[in-house]
């Protein structure tokens, strides 16, 4: 079991930076890759950034450049960091925290971010 507490949404202003972040505990090394997606109203989930466990990212076209993926290894928990750049109206989305393990595909709650003026 993989348990995800996403934190750091919220209102930000067009051009404005966010960071998200994500605590993840339980069974840490059986995950082998951690992400970030998204979905907007009306829209499908879609993919935003991915690490995987050898330190490797990937981003969505539309955010390369002004998103950055990373992750904060301690003894008993794993943190995945989103820093979130130059916001765009159309990031905003309710964002999910994603671990993936051989076995099982583990979701957070969900955390809003709104770029509005």
């Known amino acids: 079991q993989v348990q995800l507490v996403e934190s750091g949404g919220g209102l930000v202003q067009p051009g404005g930076s966010l960071r998200l972040s994500c605590a993840a505990s339980g069974s840490m090394s059986s995950i082998r890759a951690m992400g970030w997606y998204r979905q907007a109203p009306g829209k499908e989930r879609e993919l935003v950034a991915l690490?995987?466990?050898?330190?490797?990212?990937?981003?969505v076209d539309s955010v390369k450049g002004r998103f950055a993926i990373s992750r904060d290894n301690a003894k008993n928990t794993v943190t995945v960091y989103l820093q979130m750049n130059n916001l765009k109206p159309e990031d905003t989305a309710v964002y999910y925290c994603?671990?993936?393990?051989?076995?099982?595909?583990?979701w957070g709650q969900g955390t809003q971010v709104t770029v509005s003026s």
């Open positions: 690490i995987i466990s050898g330190g490797n990212t990937n981003y």
């Open positions: 994603n671990a993936e393990t051989p076995y099982f595909s583990y």
